[in-house]
């Protein structure tokens, strides 16, 4: 399973990257607002700063809503580096540049998905990536975790080498689930790849080889 982080700050970025278990990044326009950066040459300029920091692959939201426009835009950001993933919204033409992007070899992560159906439409345009948001439809009393066994399921009947990126992730019980259902990739903040860490039985359990170690070196 790979993990990412959800955000576009780069202190986050650099820890998660530091612990060594970072796959990627994923940003999308309100995350990059979050982090004050606006305009449109700022925003270019940072996602260079994030592929500096990482290793794995950068999703990197467009914001046109017409063929023609993500088709620039996403052009434009993939080559910035070639760990950028252009992020397209699950709209027809979202669907359409996806195909498009695919056929040219570039990586593309279809967003705002929210349904099986849609999943396997990201999937038939050769999406790189799906990114189901599974907060969001548990915000609406909806089993996000569900919309992952689902699309687990459709895509292993079809074999579709689209990955899962099991997107609003909120906390560590989401990341351990989607773990169990078998997504390819969680992406989330870094409050959830933290979470991961903790028991009270290994604090515990180390304070006492601690404690006996220097009983015994005393
Ligand atoms: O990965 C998608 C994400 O940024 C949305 O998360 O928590 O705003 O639903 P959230």
Excluded: W
């Excluded at 669907?95 to 099986?116: M, Q, R």
């Excluded at 050769?126 to 189901?132: C, H």
């Excluded at 992730?169 to 991961?196: F, N, Q, W, Y």
């Excluded at 860490?197 to 006492?208: C, R, S, Y």
């Amino acid at each position: 399973m790979k993990f990412f982080i959800d955000t576009a700050n780069l202190d986050q970025i650099a820890e998660a990257q530091d612990m060594g278990v970072l796959d990627g990044v994923t940003t999308n326009p309100s995350l990059m607002a979050k982090e004050g950066i606006t305009g449109e040459q700022n925003i270019i300029d940072h996602y260079k700063k994030i592929c500096d920091l990482v290793d794995g692959h950068v999703s990197a939201e467009v914001i046109s809503t017409d063929f023609e426009g993500m088709v620039k835009e996403g052009e434009a950001l993939a080559a910035l580096n070639d760990q950028i993933v252009v992020k397209l919204p699950m709209i027809k033409d979202g669907v359409k540049a996806c195909k498009y992007f695919s056929d040219k070899g570039v990586k593309t992560n279809v967003t705002l998905v929210f349904s099986p159906g849609q999943a396997l439409l990201a999937a038939k345009a050769g999406a790189t990536y799906v990114s189901p948001f599974i907060g969001r439809l548990d915000d609406i009393s909806t089993d996000g975790l569900n919309l992952i066994a689902e699309i687990r399921m459709i895509y292993d009947n079809y074999g579709f080498e689209t990955e899962i990126l099991a997107a609003s992730v909120r906390h560590t019980m989401h990341v351990i689930e989607c773990a169990k259902l078998g997504a390819d990739v969680m992406t989330g903040p870094l409050s959830s790849i933290d979470g991961l860490l903790k028991h009270p039985l290994t604090d515990i359990g180390l304070a006492k080889f601690l404690a006996d170690y220097k009983k015994g070196n005393s």
